[in-house]
């Protein structure tokens, strides 16, 4: 990089050093992107503040991938804002290209170079020195667990290995906001742990980050808030556990320890909990739990009829669900009962 490309880098992020302090990482408001008959982002909101992981959930062909591109520079828009700590994505695209990083699906790796030729040039063209860059590369491979394999051709490298390198050359120099389209697709679960935990890393140092991911599991473990887009629009937003209760309140199981008290206890829970019960085995009762304060009304009635509980646990609802519910099979399921329940409160 020459001295007058490192002095316009170093002068762009100084510029927006002031409006980073101050402003949201992410904020659009009717983001549009439309191909030809297909408008495949449809009015997106987003508002994401700084230092926070941010979710992006929805099925295949549902815009996630179109957001991130608009939000990066990599689209122009058709209809909406956006703008990226504080600068305008379109007006300010060379700003706002100094302040993000994007890891997507596919790694963009020079087959024929070691993986630390690979990360030594992408420090070199983002303004590091050559010892900068030496350093910084020593650093993520072993952070990555990729040091035995530094000078081994990326083409020979597993598909997990690669895509671990290609993470860690979207480091090289850290951003303060990160796009992660999908990081962890492909990854066995060790690996993916190791993934995760760096990401919190990446998080807690101050970095915001995008999160796209098929892995509900990972939303959950990761995200702060979640929003779920579908059809190109966004149809539900929060945190996990507020996502969670959209879909139902958590479910109580109770593992009897002898089956000839399953009518009374069936009897007990309907009466306390207020609730239907079910029993699908014979020492087995299932009910919804929505007021957790009378779990401890129900276990001391269980205790005075001398009924035994061999088992009690809690199952929460999954994101699994949410997502089912907001975008695929549940989805008509769930607006007829929110219909219903409108209609017996009015």
Do not use: C
């Not at 350093?135 to 020979?156: H, Q, W, Y």
């Not at 009635?301 to 089912?324: C, G, K, Y």
Request: glycine share 6%; charged share 25%; proline share 3%.
């Amino acid at each position: 990089m020459s001295n007058q490309t490192e002095t316009q880098v170093k002068n762009l992020k100084k510029l927006s050093t002031t409006k980073r302090q101050s402003a949201l990482a992410v904020e659009a408001k009717g983001l549009v992107k439309i191909f030809g008959d297909n408008r495949a982002v449809d009015g997106v909101d987003l508002v994401i503040p700084t230092g926070s992981i941010y979710g992006l959930l929805g099925p295949n062909g549902a815009g996630k991938t179109t957001t991130i591109n608009m939000l990066a520079t990599l689209l122009k828009p058709d209809g909406g804002t956006a703008k990226i700590f504080g600068h305008d994505v379109q007006r300010e695209a060379q700003i706002v290209r100094q302040l993000i990083s994007v890891t997507d699906q596919d790694a963009a790796l020079d087959e024929k170079l070691s993986a630390a030729e690979n990360l030594r040039i992408f420090g070199m063209l983002l303004g590091l020195s050559r010892s900068e860059a030496r350093k910084r590369t020593a650093e993520l491979l072993e952070e990555f667990g990729l040091t035995e394999a530094a000078n081994r051709p990326v083409e020979k490298f597993s598909g997990g290995m690669r895509h671990k390198l290609d993470f860690a050359a979207s480091l090289i120099v850290q951003s303060p906001l990160i796009f992660l389209d999908e990081p962890t697709t492909g990854l066995d679960p060790r690996t993916r742990n190791q993934m995760w935990k760096i990401i919190r890393q990446i998080a807690s140092s101050g970095s915001t980050i995008l999160l796209t991911t098929q892995y509900l599991d990972e939303a959950d473990q990761l995200a702060d808030r979640i929003v779920v887009i579908d059809h190109g629009r966004v149809v539900a937003e929060g945190t996990p556990n507020e996502l969670k209760a959209k879909v139902g309140s958590a479910t109580l199981h109770l593992r009897l320890e002898n089956e000839k008290d399953n009518a009374k206890a069936m009897s007990i829970v309907q009466t306390v909990l207020n609730a239907k019960a079910s029993t699908n085995e014979p020492t087995l009762i299932t009910a919804p739990m929505a007021d957790p304060e009378r779990v401890t009304d129900l276990l001391l009635a269980l205790r005075q009829e001398n009924i035994r509980l061999s088992r009690v646990n809690v199952q929460e609802p999954t994101l699994d669900e949410v997502f089912l519910t907001l975008t695929g099979e549940g989805k008509h399921e769930h607006e007829s009962k929110q219909t219903q329940k409108g209609a017996n409160e009015q």
